[in-house]
T-cell receptor, first 115, second 109 residues
Framework: ETGVTQSPTHLIKTRGQQVTLRCSSQ?????VSWYQQALGQGPQFIFQ???????GRGNFPPRFSGLQFPNYSSELNVNALELDDSALYLC??????????????FGPGTRLTVT | ELKVEQNPLFLSMQEGKNYTIYCNYS?????LYWYRQDPGKSLESLFV?????AVKQEGRLMASLDTKARLSTLHITAAVHDLSATYFC?????????FGSGTKLNVKP
């Protein structure tokens, strides 16, 4: 059984650019959630995908978008990057029905720096 | 929007001592999570609590949930240096998740 993986590990982008972050779910999991964790803060929920559909969203603007693929891997896309987007981006997978799942397993994260 | 408050935010304690971290949340939730995060690392799941009165224990850590008071506690018994980390509680509400700000625990040898 493989755990949750994320790529890339680190990324440096310039303000105004676009970025795509990737996540592979733990084997057998059909739900992926994405979080933004600024330095010294708790993770902030961005959105959740269940069976390729967005299934819940936090207070993030539309320039944060996502996809989930048939194999349940996922992408987080951020357009028009701002300096405040610099953070650790975490994805978490779970096996869930529409209730939103129980235990989540987190990936190692992608550290995004916007300059 | 659901709010999750943890206290204390920082906790420095001696090995062998006991202490409790508190997690309050503002509206009804159907599940509560505790996580551990080491510096520069991801989140490690510690406990998932699903019902009022739920209590779970793993080693020196014990978590409980009181849904009526909207309160969860993480109790540390006879702390050891290896428990030094940041501990987060998180609340699930339908398909959204809300994290507290974290409690940074430093256990002095």
């Amino acid at each position: 059984e493989t755990g949750v993986t994320q790529s890339p590990t680190h990324l440096i982008k310039t303000r105004g650019q676009q970025v795509t972050l990737r996540c592979s779910s733990q084997s057998g999991h059909n739900t992926v959630s994405w979080y933004q964790q600024a330095l010294g803060q708790g993770p902030q929920f961005i959105f959740q995908y269940y069976r390729e559909e967005e299934n819940g969203r936090g207070n993030f603007p539309p320039r944060f978008s996502g996809l989930q693929f048939p194999n349940y891997s996922s992408e987080l896309n951020v357009n028009a990057l701002e300096l405040d987007d610099s953070a650790l981006y975490l994805c978490a997978s779970s096996l869930a029905a529409l209730a939103g799942g129980y235990e989540q397993y987190f990936g190692p994260g992608t550290r995004l720096t916007v300059t | 929007e659901l709010k999750v408050e943890q206290n204390p935010l920082f906790l420095s304690m001696q090995e062998g001592k006991n202490y409790t971290i508190y997690c309050n949340y503002s509206t009804t939730s159907d599940r509560l999570y505790w996580y551990r995060q080491d510096p520069g690392k991801s989140l490690e799941s510690l406990f998932v609590l699903l019902s009022n009165g739920a209590v779970k224990q793993e080693g020196r850590l014990m978590a409980s949930l009181d849904t009526k008071a909207r309160l969860s506690t993480l109790h540390i018994t006879a702390a050891v240096h290896d428990l030094s980390a940041t501990y987060f509680c998180a609340v699930g509400n339908f398909n959204k998740f809300y994290f507290g700000s974290g409690t940074k625990l430093n256990v002095k040898p």
